[in-house]
């Protein structure tokens, strides 16, 4: 799924969307580079960023659903 898609299928913000996009640069800096730019409380901070997307995209398929499913 394409980042920028996430705001109109899940509403999610333009700023949390830059967020995401930041990491994804961010991480393929890493890869390219060899070396790392983010610190382990980044690294913390983008799990538990990654752990709510899950989330809000679990209820917004489990929303989408319950409308289809009756």
Do not use: P
Not at 44 to 70: F, P
């Amino acid at each position: 799924m394409a980042l920028e898609s996430l705001a109109d299928t899940l509403g999610v913000t333009l700023d949390r969307i830059d967020y995401f996009q930041t990491l994804r640069d961010l991480r393929n800096k890493d890869i390219y580079t060899g070396s790392s730019h983010v610190s382990d409380t980044q690294a913390l901070e983008a799990v538990e960023e990654a752990c709510r997307l899950a989330a809000d995209t679990k209820r917004w398929l489990e929303s989408r659903g319950s409308r289809t499913a009756g």
